[in-house]
């Protein structure tokens, strides 16, 4: 497989032709597919294309719609408020056959996305399997491992699953409790027995990686965090920033962005702890706040990046109110589409082109890398304040993400026409905005 650096210089002029000719020399056929398509992807990208030929590269599917947590920062009490009966739409394997067309030819399949834990669903190790067997697709899954048991780890290792990204928010035992309110000695002891088993059978996979988002509540936590990364055998330890939302800590104002200067203090100690400890950091040099209070500028945007998702990416997200269906779409910023995946068929290419060639996402391959004419959301994507905006003030942040994705339909509508389809619904707004959110908890108050 060639490398991720080596593979990004393909999206130029030249070395995209050359992919492509090498593409069309590749039989279209059991795990060769992959290479055909990952091939085939700069090309289609460097141009621009609206209606393209290759496949996206990159999956994301949340295996089921339900968590054991209830972590205070995840905005699993606004799904649980909103759909206090949440469905549990499981992917099974007939899911995963249906959704064969794209896995057969994809480089990565994600395992995460929404307020769920992936390990939860039962047919995740026969699911591994198959596609390990038949494609050897390469996976991933985000979790919080107390679900890792012992049959699961042993699958895992059988069949090579790649990366296990466990979200270890705090180390000591008690932080954790109150955080994420789970039971950390579950949590270590599952991970202490896959790296006891990957050592007895020699092998290097699944990889283990901590995710540690860090904020005010657990910034004492990163030494235990660290202790326990060394002791259970993670490989990496990736530094992200806490980022708001409606969860139970929005109102604390726990974020650093509030006080960027303590939060890089915190970052330095971090980096100097993991060095001292021959901890692996991600990213390797502490990425600083560097803005505190901001005043939204819908056209202070970065119109120089190029986004590359509309033609590498497809993720399917839980609908937590609705029977098996998932949201669609190509990143997190805006879902496209509600499918029902018992009524829509994906199994060929012909039936894949349905969706992935949908007008809807033609609209946003012209428009999300236009000067003049780049679409609401991704213009709202690409503006230099978003995040902060988002860690600082919840309120506005709803209210103008809310408006960006109506205006995405809203335009894509006045541009575009396209055929009503049994099982594919094209969204004209944010499924849960805001504003029902605050109904709901108006109506809960009175
Ligand atoms: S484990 Fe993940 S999905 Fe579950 S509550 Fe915590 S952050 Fe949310
Ligand atoms: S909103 Fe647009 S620019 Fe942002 S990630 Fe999605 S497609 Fe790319």
Redesign the pocket.
Same mark, same amino acid.
């Given at each position: 497989m060639i490398s991720v650096n080596l593979y990004k210089r393909l999206f130029n002029k030249f070395p995209a032709l050359f992919a492509k000719v090498i593409s069309a020399l590749i039989p279209n056929f059991g795990k060769l597919k992959k290479y055909k398509n990952i091939l085939a992807v700069p090309y289609s990208t460097y141009f621009q294309q609206q209606k393209i030929k290759s496949n996206p590269i990159r999956i994301l599917i949340a295996p089921t719609s339900v +968590? %054991?947590?209830? +972590?205070l920062? +995840? !905005?699993?009490h606004k799904d649980n408020l909103l759909y206090p009966n949440r469905s549990q739409n499981v992917v099974d394997l007939n899911v995963i056959k249906n959704y064969e067309s794209f896995l057969s030819s994809s480089y990565k399949l994600s395992f995460s996305g @929404? #307020? !769920? !834990?992936p390990l939860l669903n039962k047919d995740f190790g026969k699911i591994v399997q198959y596609l390990k067997q038949k494609y050897g697709t390469k996976m991933m899954v %985000? #979790?919080?491992a *107390?679900m890792l048991n012992r049959d699961l780890a042993d699958n895992l290792i059988k069949f090579g699953f790649d990366l296990i990204l466990v *979200?270890y928010?705090a180390g000591s035992k008690e932080k954790y409790k109150e955080l994420? #309110? @789970?039971n950390i000695d579950i949590v270590d002891e599952n991970l202490r027995y896959l790296k006891i088993q990957k050592k007895q059978n020699g092998k290097n996979k699944p990889v283990v990686n901590f995710n540690f988002a860090l904020h005010k509540l657990n910034a004492a936590e990163y030494e235990f965090i660290f202790e326990k990364a060394k002791s259970l055998g993670a490989s990496q330890v990736i530094i992200n920033k806490y980022y708001g939302g409606r969860n139970r800590l929005q109102d604390k104002k726990v974020s650093f962005d509030y006080d960027i200067k303590e939060g890089n203090q915190v970052l330095d100690k971090i980096y100097v702890c993991a060095e001292k400890g021959g901890i692996q950091l991600r990213p390797p040099m502490p990425q600083y706040w560097t803005k505190e209070k901001v005043k939204w500028n819908p056209e202070y945007f970065d119109a120089s990046i190029k986004c590359t998702l509309p033609w590498t990416n497809l993720n399917f997200k839980p609908v937590v109110g609705e029977k098996n269906c998932h949201y669609v779409s190509v990143c997190n910023r805006i879902n496209l589409f509600k499918i029902a995946y018992d009524k829509i068929q994906l199994k060929t290419q012909k039936q894949l082109d349905v969706l992935w060639n949908h007008p809807a996402l033609q609209y946003l391959r012209k428009t999300v890398n236009s000067k003049e004419m780049i679409n609401p959301i991704c213009k709202y994507c690409k503006n230099y304040d978003t995040a902060t905006i988002r860690n600082t003030d919840a309120q506005q942040y709803a209210e103008i993400r809310d408006k960006a994705m109506r205006d995405f339909f809203a335009e894509f509508r006045e541009q575009c026409s396209f055929e009503e389809i049994d099982g594919l619904e094209v969204l004209t707004e944010n499924p849960d905005p805001d504003e029902k959110f605050q109904k709901k908890l108006k109506e809960l108050e009175n």
């Open positions: +968590c %054991n947590y209830r +972590c920062f +995840c !905005e699993i @929404g #307020t !769920e !834990e %985000n #979790t919080n *107390s *979200s928010h994420m #309110t @789970g």
